[in-house]
């Protein structure tokens, strides 16, 4: 479905037991690596080509003001896959990161700090390709060492990114009208029957 045609709403999810969160392996011939000093260039890019963004530029302003100074965080919290050069013919690409996500951490409600799952995104050409889970996995693995619950704001445009996180044990957080709108155009989308039958008992 052509996600310019989806009503854009925000909503938002919840893991109670973050540690029980199952492990996806990237395929053969992909590699994954933490965040180093000058990776924002490579950030910028993918989040722009993902459609985070409208350009760059914009994508390195926002890095800038939310992670400037917090890079040892960062080499921590913040993951880039890749594809090495033997699987990946195109030199331009090869060895280069086409994802990335964080484990990172925030107070969404002001119940406290948790886990957050933030930024992820895959360059477009390499969707698609059993690459999402394993990215995600990335991060969930490391909010597991220091948090014991964790959250992610996201938007109905961004239905493959809810599909993957549900399989994860990310449950809805609907509060309103407009989240339960927002869920009820997720579930026509995903058509996935765990979450049709968890919004039934839940709305
Ligand atoms: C989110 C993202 C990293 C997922 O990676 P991906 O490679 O696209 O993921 P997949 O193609 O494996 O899709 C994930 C799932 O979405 C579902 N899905 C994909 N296309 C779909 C469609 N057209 N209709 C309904 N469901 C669809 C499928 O269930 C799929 O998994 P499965 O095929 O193994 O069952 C990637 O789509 C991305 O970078 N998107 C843009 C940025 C973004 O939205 N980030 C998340 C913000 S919170």
């Known amino acids: 479905m052509p996600e310019r045609r989806i009503e854009y709403i925000s909503v938002r999810m919840h893991h109670p037991a973050?540690?029980?969160?199952?492990?996806?392996?990237?395929?053969?011939?992909?590699?994954s690596r933490n965040y180093r000093p000058g990776d924002e260039a490579e950030w910028a890019g993918i989040e722009t080509s993902a459609g985070e963004f409208d350009s760059r530029d914009e994508a390195r302003s926002h890095f800038d003001n939310?992670?400037?100074?917090?890079?040892?965080?960062?080499?921590?919290?913040?993951?880039f896959i890749g594809c090495?050069?033997?699987?990946?013919?195109?030199r331009a690409i090869a060895d280069r990161p086409i994802g990335t996500a964080m484990g990172w951490y925030g107070d969404c409600d002001?119940?406290?700090v948790t886990g957050r799952i933030h930024w992820v995104g895959i360059r477009p050409e390499f969707q698609g390709r059993g690459l999402g889970r394993p990215l995600v996995s990335l991060a969930v693995e490391c909010l597991?060492?220091?948090?014991?619950?964790a959250y992610l704001l996201t938007q109905t445009t961004s239905f493959r990114g809810v599909r993957i996180?549900?399989?994860?044990?990310?449950?809805?957080v609907i509060t309103?009208?407009?989240?339960?709108?927002?869920w009820r155009i997720l579930a026509g989308i995903l058509?996935?029957?765990p979450l049709e039958k968890y919004l039934q008992n839940t709305t």
Request: proline residues 6%; hydrophobic residues 25%.
């Open 84 to 90: 090495g050069a033997r699987t990946m013919k195109d």
């Open 18 to 31: 973050i540690r029980e969160a199952p492990v996806f392996t990237l395929p053969e011939g992909f590699f």
């Open 191 to 193: 058509k996935y029957p």
């Open 66 to 79: 939310e992670f400037a100074g917090r890079e040892d965080e960062l080499g921590e919290r913040c993951y």
């Open 144 to 149: 597991k060492r220091f948090h014991k619950t």
């Open 110 to 112: 002001g119940s406290g």
């Open 176 to 182: 309103d009208e407009e989240s339960k709108k927002g």
């Open 165 to 172: 996180y549900l399989d994860f044990g990310f449950i809805p």
